[in-house]
């Protein structure tokens, strides 16, 4: 008899601190409601656990222990997502964690900003400034910044620039603006890009300097490669390249008709003087031009190209000198 009533005890103590343990958890997975609102920073690199502290820390949540439950239980292995969120502590646990998961960050304010193919450096930034509200004078300091060109693994903001349409949050700096232009070029000069572009014996570094003058020279993007192709077999040759447009950006300004007294300006830009690559880029060039680069068509040994002077930007190839010169007479 003593035993059954206390196996009936042990049973009722059993049922008890079993309710009691329920009705503990329920009280932990209760909202704590006692209007705490605000901001929540899930910083990067943050486990679980870091999450669990904090939203305890900030009086979000009753308990870190309940934070670990509900993830585990419902969310096992679910990544969750970094940024700004807002939060209030009459929120379900399990929406919380459902936020992070699927990144429902706080709005932030953000601007746009387009930079077209083929822009000098000088044009480049006033656009940046002027879209994004930086002031010019802190792009230009960091173009001339050393540390930091070569923390980008740039020699110079000229031809790094990449030509795309971005959009910033308005709290970005000046250099992580630059930062990430740069390194979206970057992944279209790749370390593959870079080898095709060896092949024809150029260096990253002139591979972007050669890529700058097919922007400017060509108009189409279906005889990019051709035009490239010109540029190599000179090069090759060690014949001049007599790029018009290497002239322009050594006179400082685009004009529509180039004079003989132009093509004499003293500057180490100026391609009808000097032999090779100019000491750096005349604009940034775009993806096309620095595919046509990393793949130019040399296929026909092409030397010479001039303009058809029809709207089309379309260009004559010729191989030969009397071959360009029948070529001229044909578009006057």
């Known amino acids: 008899m003593r035993k059954k009533r206390a196996i009936i005890r042990g049973l009722i103590l059993l ?14 997975e209760t909202p704590p409601g006692n209007g705490v609102t605000g901001e929540f920073s899930l910083e990067r690199g943050w486990g679980v656990r870091d999450v669990a502290q904090a939203l305890e820390d900030r009086a979000f949540v009753r308990s870190k222990w309940i934070v670990l439950v509900k993830y585990r239980r419902n969310f096992s292995g679910a990544t969750l997502q970094a940024g700004s969120y807002s939060l209030s502590d009459t929120m379900e646990v399990d929406s919380i964690l459902a936020g992070f998961i699927a990144g429902d960050v706080i709005p932030v ?58 959009e910033f949050a308005d709290s970005i700096p000046g250099w992580g603006v630059v930062d990430r232009i740069v390194r979206t070029g970057f992944q279209v000069m790749d370390v593959r890009w870079e080898a095709r572009c060896e092949s024809s014996g150029l260096s990253p570094f002139e591979a972007v300097i050669l890529a700058s003058i097919v922007e400017r020279e060509a108009a189409s993007d279906a005889e990019r490669d ?107």
């Open 226 to 332: 051709l035009v490239a192709g010109v540029f190599i077999n000179r090069l090759r040759i060690r014949m001049k390249l007599e790029s018009c447009a290497t002239v322009q950006y050594a006179l400082g300004e685009v004009r529509e008709v180039l004079l003989y007294s132009d093509l004499e300006i003293e500057s180490p830009y100026n391609t009808y003087r000097y032999s090779g690559l100019p000491p750096g880029p005349i604009c940034s060039p775009g993806t096309a031009s620095l595919e046509a680069v990393a793949s130019p068509d040399t296929t026909d040994g092409y030397l010479f190209f001039v303009s058809r002077g029809d709207g089309s930007g379309e260009h004559l190839f010729a191989v030969t000198a009397a071959g360009h010169e029948q070529n001229i007479r044909s578009v006057r």
């Open 15 to 28: 049922l008890v601190f079993s309710l009691a343990g329920l009705i503990f958890i329920r009280k932990l």
């Open 109 to 166: 304010p953000t601007s746009w900003v387009t930079l077209p193919p083929g822009l000098r450096m000088e044009q480049s930034l006033p656009i940046i400034s002027d879209c994004l509200g930086i002031p010019q004078d802190e792009l230009e300091a960091l173009s001339r910044d050393i540390e930091f060109r070569e923390a980008m693994g740039i020699p110079c903001f000229e031809g790094y620039l990449f030509p795309e349409t971005y």
